[in-house]
């Protein structure tokens, strides 16, 4: 039975998302208006700005290019990626070599692109795709200082229930360069973000039903507390056949590739997330002001 009546909730079917293939070594689909892909309808939710869902194949990528103005992150379905940016160097956070990070599955890697900075992103693989979300999120404040955060997420975690990958940076808009420096988040073991924002992840086994929080615990996690946009997505997976239901609607199942706009929920809210599938369903939820 519902919990959110006063929420509304609309499907975004895998296949009405714009798609596109590059030169043969990327796929790509987009939940939002991106690159030759352009809906009215389309163009943001809340801070949230894209998400791709990307396919690369092996030894392709994105060449260096730049960013500014948007906190980028990659979450790794399968496969590995390598990222390379003008950050990166010899022992700072992250680095496996001179100026690079091999991301796996259970990786997120994260850049402010603030005032501007140059990055690529690599399947070096001699052989295998990499599968992986790509996300923007607009920043509350323009020409921050650039920087990046990777940091794994454990499976065993995400299979006892929806685990916190991103939440605001603790010191807010105001912050100092001390404290932009120190980079703490609001809720400890996450990635810190420039915006009024929370991603979480959960692997969810068939009749199993995880909650989400909107907006985390109540706390002071979030600035916004009314009106605030979720959007769950439902990534397809190397065995295919999952399937989830939202907030026990009928009309709310989600095959892979879908997604549902959550609108009007409140802090303090739950969104259930039901797997019916016959394989476990990985569901990433996006929350935003």
């Given at each position: 039975?519902?919990?959110?009546?006063?929420?509304?909730?609309?499907?975004?079917?895998?296949?009405?998302?714009?798609?596109?293939?590059?030169?043969?070594?990327?796929?790509?689909?987009?939940?939002?208006?991106?690159?030759?892909?352009?809906?009215?309808?389309?163009?943001?939710?809340?801070?949230?700005?894209?998400?791709?869902?990307?396919?690369?194949?092996?030894?392709?990528?994105?060449?260096?290019?730049?960013?500014?103005?948007?906190?980028?992150?990659?979450?790794?379905?399968?496969?590995?990626?390598?990222?390379?940016?003008?950050?990166?160097?010899?022992?700072?956070?992250?680095?496996?070599?001179?100026?690079?990070?091999?991301?796996?599955?259970?990786?997120?890697?994260?850049?402010?692109?603030?005032?501007?900075?140059?990055?690529?992103?690599?399947?070096?693989?001699?052989?295998?795709?990499?599968?992986?979300?790509?996300?923007?999120?607009?920043?509350?404040?323009?020409?921050?200082?650039?920087?990046?955060?990777?940091?794994s997420f454990s499976e065993e975690a995400k299979?006892?229930?929806?685990?916190?990958?991103?939440?605001?940076?603790?010191?807010?808009?105001?912050?100092?360069?001390a404290q932009e420096e120190a980079a703490v988040?609001?809720?400890?073991?996450?990635?810190?973000?420039?915006?009024?924002?929370?991603?979480?992840?959960?692997?969810?086994?068939?009749?199993?039903?995880?909650?989400?929080?909107?907006?985390?615990?109540?706390?002071?996690?979030?600035?916004?507390?009314?009106?605030?946009?979720?959007?769950?997505?439902?990534?397809?997976?190397?065995?295919?056949?999952?399937?989830?239901?939202?907030?026990?609607?009928?009309?709310?199942?989600?095959?892979?590739?879908?997604?549902?706009?959550?609108?009007?929920?409140?802090?303090?809210?739950?969104?259930?997330?039901?797997?019916?599938?016959?394989?476990?369903?990985?569901?990433?939820?996006?929350?935003?002001?």
């Open positions: 039975m519902s919990k959110l009546s006063h929420a509304k909730l609309i499907l975004r079917r895998h296949n009405e998302r714009g798609y596109a293939e590059h030169g043969g070594w990327l796929k790509t689909h987009h939940t939002f208006s991106f690159a030759d892909y352009y809906d009215h309808r389309f163009q943001h939710f809340g801070s949230l700005r894209v998400l791709n869902e990307d396919r690369v194949s092996p030894r392709n990528g994105f060449p260096t290019h730049r960013h500014r103005d948007a906190e980028i992150f990659s979450y790794i379905l399968s496969g590995e990626l390598t990222h390379r940016d003008s950050m990166i160097q010899p022992g700072k956070e992250g680095a496996q070599g001179k100026d690079y990070y091999r991301m796996k599955r259970g990786d997120v890697q994260f850049t402010t692109g603030g005032s501007g900075i140059a990055h690529s992103e690599q399947n070096e693989h001699p052989s295998k795709p990499v599968h992986f979300l790509q996300i923007w999120v607009l920043p509350w404040k323009a020409s921050l200082k650039p920087q990046y955060h990777t940091l299979r006892a229930a929806f685990v916190p990958i991103i939440s605001p940076l603790a010191a807010g808009p105001e912050a100092t360069a988040p609001v809720i400890p073991g996450t990635i810190p973000i420039h915006a009024d924002f929370m991603m979480g992840a959960g692997i969810i086994e068939p009749g199993s039903l995880f909650r989400w929080n909107v907006g985390g615990l109540g706390d002071g996690t979030v600035q916004s507390r009314r009106k605030r946009n979720v959007y769950v997505h439902l990534p397809a997976s190397r065995a295919g056949g999952a399937r989830v239901k939202l907030d026990g609607r009928e009309d709310m199942v989600l095959e892979e590739g879908d997604g549902a706009f959550v609108e009007g929920v409140n802090v303090g809210d739950v969104i259930s997330v039901e797997s019916l599938g016959e394989t476990e369903a990985e569901v990433i939820v996006l929350d935003s002001n």
